[in-house]
């Protein structure tokens, strides 16, 4: 059983997201979703539209995902890759380097952003229209 595991917001999921969740998947057998909880969203600067709840009941929803936790914390990813046996950690390109660290616990792979597309955009749009 090869699982693999991210992070992220996923606010007003969008392509970017699933075609990431999609890449990660093929990397394994299982894939963990560490969601970001409201709370730590406010740590990151983000005020999330979708609540955890409704966040976590669509990425439930996607057939590439089989687990979702809450992601209340930077640290909790060595925990996170211990205590599920995780095989890669899998993230975006903007976040390119900056989980290098855990090289040590896990394999760290940096997959390419979708181009244009974001939640910052689509909120941006919808702003001006
Ligand atoms: N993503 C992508 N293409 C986009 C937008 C996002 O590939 N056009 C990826 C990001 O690189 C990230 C994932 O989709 O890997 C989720 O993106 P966000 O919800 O914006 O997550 P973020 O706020 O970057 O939180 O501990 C890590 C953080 O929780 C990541």
């Not at 699982?3 to 963990?32: E, M, N, P």
């Not at 409201?38 to 600067?45: M, Q, S, T």
């Not at 939640?119 to 229209?129: C, F």
């Amino acid at each position: 059983m090869t699982t693999i595991i991210t992070y992220g917001t996923f606010d007003l999921l969008h392509k970017g997201h699933i075609r990431l969740l999609q890449r990660a998947a093929a990397y394994g057998d299982r894939l963990i979703v560490g969601l970001s909880t409201d709370e730590f969203n406010a740590n990151k600067g983000k005020h999330s539209y979708t609540s955890f709840a409704d966040r976590k009941f669509m990425l439930e929803a996607i057939k590439y995902v089989d687990l979702v936790i809450p992601e209340k914390s930077w640290e909790q990813k060595v925990t996170d890759i211990k205590k599920y046996h995780v095989d890669a950690l899998v993230m975006g390109s903007d976040w390119s380097g900056q989980f290098d660290d855990l090289e040590q616990y896990t394999k760290v792979i940096y997959l390419p952003r979708t181009d244009g597309v974001s939640t910052t955009q689509i909120k941006d749009d919808l702003n001006r229209n």
